[in-house]
């Protein structure tokens, strides 16, 4: 990495971010920053509040506190619109698909190419440009006018990811983008993460689950435990050890404190 | 059966046809793709009905007899056309009865209590019925009322203050008395003019439908709501729109038909029956209620099922009783063939 962690180069950072639903705290304390061109992995148990982060992030939920800056700008997005506006796409873990929506429509979903002045659907300008993206992703849809309820669930991920690269967005939030591939498919979709990586235009963040993945795909990795983040390390600075060991003993910790017994042999939450 | 279980995406249009393929191949694949479209099977089974009535009755095909269908068949697809907005959101609009009895009252008082000219006066109650249709998408949307439960609400509601404004009392409609003005000739009086109304504003909601962000967004929240609103769709407005369009597409047709019978009748017996015909169109039409497709163009011809199943059962002397009957079975073959047909275009066989 270069040079020392300074504001100008983030270009998006959040500070003390908290966020509760009813009794459930989701996120306490978070501070993340992102910087220009770097791919940042987000790691975290089940239900650890990394969806929660990214949804608030893209405008669709809002902190109950913390502050949020865009390219060192003060950032509260009032909507996905907003967000989006400011250069921020994503894709959600439940992938934010329309299965009676053809392949094409959910592509272009809020983003649709219209005629003028009367503002009716251009599909074929939004088909042609849906067939030139997928081919340029390099992902296999053999058709684009049947509704992607038809697709299978890795194509399904892929449309959803190839929405969200398919824009002007230079922030690109991928939540779990990998979780229904096959590991041909995931590969791609890491290719084309390291090739948006190489252009040097987007800045990513990634929620993965597999530690190999994260090894392979970020240049930088934090863990949200309690709400908060408990590592932030370059990749070639830690390792699938070191992130096991922290992951395990958080387990350990938690397992003593609420037996206060010896605890049993934990399983080694290794790579998925 | 064979047919329709078969792969859908071979069915469709521009695939890549196999050479030569023998004449069965060829009939089966023109069948199921008229059964994939979703107006198809209404289309063939309204074809069937008319010719059979035409066979079996002398004045079927006469114009006289065409003037005997228009004001049943054309009141019913403009309202079939507005609630089809508000079934593809999943949801139902009952409140449609009380803006049809409604609109008219507005319309009547604002011209002959407030002096309204009768273009303004349509106008102002036109714009009380989409208020209303605003009030509807208010509970649903952003209160999370049900919809049914809603609309309930309002219907009974509406009707109530129909009948308190008008105390009950039937009025001769402005516009409508003879000699009925260009005015009324064009709003509701005119033969055809019902009609041409009707295949205009289902030409147009089609087309808004179809072609439209609205349609996109409508069939999206209607399909994923929560999918829609976190691609950033504006759920909320989108359900709005859609019940203040069915209001105000309910309120039209009370105030065509008030100038077409020259009365304000402020009786609900007459539009909760029409209500529930509308929705009956909408569904044999091939919009079910389970949110996410619908079409504009299949209630129309719901609607033409409808006029020409009660015309045919007249003519033909059958007892008038058979016609809830019919219309019941036709809802229920309806609703069983476009769940079928929904598996088949999604390539499922299972449910879900
Ligand atoms: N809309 C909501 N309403 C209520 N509780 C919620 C909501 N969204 C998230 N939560 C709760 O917040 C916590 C964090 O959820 P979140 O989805 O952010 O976890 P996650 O880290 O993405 O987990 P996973 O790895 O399983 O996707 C969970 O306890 C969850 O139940
Ligand atoms: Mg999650």
Known sequence: MVGPTSAPEDVLRVEHIAKRFGPVTALKDVNLHLKKGEVLGLLGDNGAGKSTLIKILCGFQKPDSGQMFLRGEPFAPRSVDDARAAGIETVYQDLALIDELSVYHNLFLRKERVHRPVPLLSNRQMKREARAALDEIGINIPRIDVSVARLSGGQRQAIAVARTVNSDADIILLDEPLAAMGAKEGAQILDLVARLKAEGRVSIIMILHNYVHVFQACDRVSLIQDGAIALDKPTSETSVDELTEIVVNEYRRAREAAHAAPAPQPEQPGPA | ?352
């Open chain 2, 1 to 352: 059966m064979a047919s329709a279980t078969q792969d859908p995406a071979s069915t469709s249009p521009g695939g890549p046809g196999g050479p030569a393929q023998p004449r069965r191949a060829l009939w089966r694949e023109a069948g199921s793709r008229i059964v994939a479209l979703r107006e198809g099977s209404i289309i063939l089974i309204t074809i069937v009905v008319a010719v059979y009535f035409s066979a079996n009755t002398s004045t079927f095909f006469s114009g006289g007899n065409l003037e005997t269908i228009l004001p049943y068949f054309a009141p019913i697809a403009i309202l079939a056309a507005g609630e089809v907005f508000v079934m593809i959101l999943g949801e139902i609009d009952l409140s449609i009865a009380a803006m049809y009895l409604f609109a008219p009252i507005i319309y009547y008082k604002l011209n002959t209590s407030l002096g309204f000219p009768l273009g303004l006066a349509l106008v102002g109650s036109l714009i009380v019925s989409t208020v209303i249709g605003a009030v509807n998408g208010i509970f649903v949307a952003v209160i999370g009322i049900n919809s049914f439960v809603a609309t309930l609400g309002t219907l009974f509601t509406f009707e109530g203050l129909s009948l308190i404004i008008s105390k009950g009392t039937p009025v001769a409609t402005p516009g409508g008395q003879i000699p009925v003005g260009t005015f009324g000739k064009v709003f509701g009086a005119g033969t055809y003019s019902e009609l041409i109304w009707a295949l205009a504003i289902v030409a147009l909601l089609q087309l808004v439908l179809t072609f439209t962000r609205w349609g996109v967004y409508t069939v999206a929240v209607g399909s994923n709501k929560l999918g829609a609103a976190e691609a950033g769709v504006r759920t909320n407005l989108v359900m709005i729109r859609n019940f203040m369009l069915c209001a105000l597409t309910a309120g039209l047709v009370g105030i065509f038909e008030a100038i077409r019978s020259q009365t304000v009748q402020p009786n609900p017996a007459g539009p909760n029956e029409i209500l529930f015909f509308a929705v009956a169109a909408a569904v044999i039409g091939g919009t079910l209620l389970t949110g996410g497709s619908g079409t504009v163009v299949g209630a129309l011809i719901g609607a033409l099922f409808l006029g020409i199943l009660k015309d045919g059962l007249i003519l033909q002397g059958v007892q008038a009783n058979y016609l809830l009957f019919y219309t019941g079975l036709a809802v229920i073959i309806a609703m069983a063939a476009n769940v079928y047909v929904g598996r088949v275009r999604r390539g499922r066989t299972g449910g879900g």
